[in-house]
């Protein structure tokens, strides 16, 4: 950078924080985390400079102090400054936590900032920025404990997989900062803070680690959401995740207990409506529990448990063990039937990548398994496991991370060009591909399985047509399902008002159902 371009900088950041000063904001946080263009200045690795700006702890924090005196001096004493930085131990070209503290220190010295946030992950390793259930919770805890023995002045926030007031409290209790940061959980949840401050942290709706709405939609450009919670980005459309009491009351059943038929039976009770919600199983949650099961998933089973307490709190009759038939239905005398069935995995073994092959050869001799025969331990698997995964999301990839897990040796394979190609926009899939490999976990891209033998199955590769045998004991197949709607096609001619919602009416993913029983239960 020139002179000038340093200048131009500076005074950028400047502006910004002036134009938050003029909108009336309480101050700014001054962006030195992650390698970008502060840290860059800090970093010796990046910066090469012999100048003012380079070389000297003092010359390298030139950048920054500058920045932060020009805002003091515009902005005034009232106003606050923050600064954040993040905690990169795996790649020793980035500033160490000593490093960091060393840097801190300067700028607390001279007071210039008021506090400092911890986050962890850098442009080096995009990965922990916003780590997902793969990571550890409170991640940036050795970097806040190093900074709060550098300062005397500022306060120290952490953030970095904060998400429950439990994981704050424990921070806070443990003197390993002065304050902490909850953003995803916030996003899942925006009532969290008073849920915890009136003593009801049980009714927080969880949020999942998953990055699948939050990031996952910020990295295409696009506003916003949350899988948990699909108010969010449509605060004033919805109400803020707010709910208003009907002067209506009808009778709402509510068929299936998975995802779509869980927030249905919500959201209708919320608004006053009297809901009853059938399970066939003995459990709440449909193939979302099976997806709880896979590694480090468990944070989907406290949201089928938060389900549960507040469908008991809203006064929702839930019964269990319950398949309705129509004629059931029928006499039920509901004013408004929500059918939730949900979806099955095929048994023919097609893919899509091949559609001109209806069924896989062979496939009747046995050995053939669903991702969900696995998850739900009906699949009696041998040591050497083939999964083919079509849809390069967790449903193929956990099952493969769990087979792998319990000792099986495990050859992925997929049309796809990477494992995991659906988790990239939710920063998961590099971490889920290096636990595979660390695993042992095979993979075979850009092809599909065409034979399939009590010895094991022939692969064909899309790129040159070539055909392999890879022996196998077992095969798993993680294909998109088909929809449960026999109890819709029965009740079409009727008469009765029903609606078809969730897999049933389209074997979606779980934001997409949930999002859609948002809708269709705020529009009774
Ligand atoms: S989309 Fe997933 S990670 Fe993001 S806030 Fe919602 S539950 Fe949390």
Same mark, same amino acid.
């Given at each position: 950078?020139?002179?000038?371009?340093?200048?131009?900088?500076?005074?950028?950041?400047?502006?910004?924080?002036?134009?938050?000063?003029?909108?009336?904001?309480?101050?700014?946080?001054?962006?030195?985390?992650?390698?970008?263009?502060?840290?860059?200045?800090?970093?010796?690795?990046?910066?090469?400079?012999?100048?003012?700006?380079?070389?000297?702890?003092?010359?390298?924090?030139?950048?920054?102090?500058?920045?932060?005196?020009?805002?003091?001096?515009?902005?005034?004493?009232?106003?606050?400054?923050?600064?954040?930085?993040?905690?990169?131990?795996?790649?020793?070209?980035?500033?160490?936590?000593?490093?960091?503290?060393?840097?801190?220190?300067?700028?607390?010295?001279?007071?210039?900032?008021?506090?400092?946030?911890?986050?962890?992950?850098?442009?080096?390793?995009?990965?922990?920025?916003?780590?997902?259930?793969?990571?550890?919770?409170?991640?940036?805890?050795?970097?806040?404990?190093?900074?709060?023995?550098?300062?005397?002045?500022?306060?120290?926030?952490?953030?970095?997989?904060?998400?429950?007031?439990?994981?704050?409290?424990?921070?806070?209790?443990?003197?390993?900062?002065?304050?902490?940061?909850?953003?995803?959980?916030?996003?899942?949840?925006?009532?969290?803070?008073?849920?915890?401050?009136?003593?009801?942290?049980?009714?927080?709706?969880?949020?999942?680690?998953?990055?699948?709405?939050?990031?996952?939609?910020?990295?295409?450009?696009?506003?916003?959401?949350?899988?948990?919670?699909?108010?969010?980005?449509?605060?004033?459309?919805?109400?803020?995740?707010?709910?208003?009491?009907?002067?209506?009351?009808?009778?709402?059943?509510?068929?299936?207990?998975?995802?779509?038929?869980?927030?249905?039976?919500?959201?209708?009770?919320?608004?006053?409506?009297?809901?009853?919600?059938?399970?066939?199983?003995?459990?709440? &949650?449909? @193939?979302?529990? /099976?997806?709880?099961?896979? $590694?480090?998933? =468990?944070?989907? !089973?406290?949201?089928?448990?938060?389900?549960?307490?507040?469908?008991?709190?809203?006064?929702?009759?839930?019964?269990?063990?319950?398949?309705?038939?129509?004629?059931?239905?029928?006499?039920?005398?509901?004013?408004?039937?929500?059918?939730?069935?949900?979806?099955?995995?095929?048994?023919?073994?097609?893919?899509?990548?091949?559609?001109?092959?209806?069924?896989?050869?062979?496939?009747?001799?046995?050995?053939?398994?669903?991702?969900?025969?696995?998850?739900?331990?009906?699949?009696?698997?041998?040591?050497?496991?083939?999964?083919?995964?079509?849809?390069?999301?967790?449903?193929?990839?956990?099952?493969?991370?769990?087979?792998?897990?319990? &000792?099986? @040796?495990?050859? /992925?394979?997929?049309?796809? $060009?990477?494992? =995991?190609?659906? !988790?990239?926009?939710?920063?998961?899939?590099?971490?889920?591909?290096?636990?595979?490999?660390?695993?042992?976990?095979?993979?075979?891209?850009?092809?599909?399985?065409?034979?399939?033998?009590?010895?094991?199955?022939?692969?064909?590769?899309?790129?040159?047509?070539?055909?392999?045998?890879?022996?196998?004991?077992?095969?798993?197949?993680?294909?998109?399902?088909?929809?449960?709607?026999?109890?819709?096609?029965?009740?079409?001619?009727?008469?009765?008002?029903?609606?078809?919602?969730?897999?049933?009416?389209?074997?979606?993913?779980?934001?997409?159902?949930?999002?859609?029983?948002?809708?269709?239960?705020?529009?009774?």
């Amino acid at each position: 950078m020139t002179e000038a371009e340093i200048e131009e900088t500076i005074e950028g950041f400047v502006q910004a924080a002036r134009r938050c000063w003029e909108s009336g904001f309480d101050g700014v946080e001054v962006w030195a985390a992650y390698h970008g263009i502060v840290d860059q200045f800090w970093t010796p690795w990046s910066n090469r400079r012999d100048d003012q700006w380079g070389g000297t702890l003092e010359n390298r924090t030139r950048f920054s102090r500058e920045i932060i005196t020009r805002i003091r001096k515009l902005c005034g004493d009232d106003f606050i400054i923050g600064i954040s930085v993040s905690d990169e131990p795996d790649f020793e070209v980035a500033l160490q936590r000593e490093s960091l503290a060393e840097l801190i220190a300067l700028h607390d010295r001279d007071q210039l900032i008021d506090y400092v946030s911890c986050g962890t992950g850098s442009y080096f390793d995009f990965y922990k920025l916003m780590p997902t259930f793969l990571y550890p919770e409170r991640l940036a805890t050795e970097l806040s404990q190093t900074l709060k023995s550098a300062v005397s002045h500022a306060l120290v926030t952490m953030e970095s997989h904060v998400r429950t007031p439990e994981n704050a409290e424990a921070v806070l209790s443990a003197d390993q900062a002065d304050l902490v940061s909850i953003v995803r959980g916030q996003i899942a949840d925006p009532h969290l803070a008073n849920k915890a401050k009136e003593g009801r942290p049980e009714d927080i709706r969880p949020c999942l680690s998953c990055n699948q709405m939050c990031w996952g939609r910020r990295y295409r450009d696009y506003w916003i959401s949350c899988l948990v919670n699909p108010s969010t980005g449509r605060e004033f459309e919805w109400g803020g995740d707010r709910f208003e009491k009907t002067a209506f009351p009808q009778k709402v059943l509510v068929v299936g207990g998975g995802p779509a038929g869980l927030e249905a039976a919500r959201v209708a009770a919320e608004q006053g409506h009297k809901v009853t919600l059938t399970e066939a199983s003995d459990r709440l &949650g449909g @193939q979302f529990r /099976l997806a709880g099961m896979q $590694p480090r998933r =468990g944070q989907i !089973l406290d949201l089928l448990d938060w389900y549960a307490r507040q469908l008991e709190q809203l006064g929702v009759e839930v019964r269990l063990n319950t398949f309705m038939e129509a004629a059931e239905i029928s006499s039920f005398s509901a004013d408004l039937i929500l059918l939730a069935t949900g979806s099955y995995p095929p048994d023919t073994g097609f893919q899509k990548a091949i559609p001109h092959k209806e069924q896989l050869p062979g496939i009747e001799d046995g050995g053939f398994f669903s991702a969900e025969d696995v998850m739900a331990r009906r699949a009696r698997l041998g040591k050497r496991v083939l999964i083919l995964d079509e849809g390069g999301n967790w449903k193929g990839c956990g099952t493969a991370l769990k087979m792998a897990e319990e &000792g099986h @040796q495990v050859v /992925l394979i997929t049309p796809d $060009p990477l494992v =995991g190609k659906e !988790l990239q926009r939710t920063a998961a899939d590099y971490p889920l591909r290096q636990k595979l490999a660390q695993l042992g976990v095979r993979f075979i891209l850009e092809s599909a399985i065409t034979r399939w033998t009590p010895q094991g199955a022939e692969i064909l590769s899309f790129l040159d047509g070539s055909t392999s045998f890879v022996e196998a004991d077992s095969l798993v197949f993680a294909t998109p399902n088909l929809a449960e709607d026999t109890l819709a096609r029965e009740l079409e001619n009727s008469g009765l008002k029903f609606l078809n919602i969730g897999d049933s009416a389209g074997p979606r993913q779980a934001p997409f159902v949930i999002s859609e029983a948002r809708r269709v239960a705020l529009g009774i």
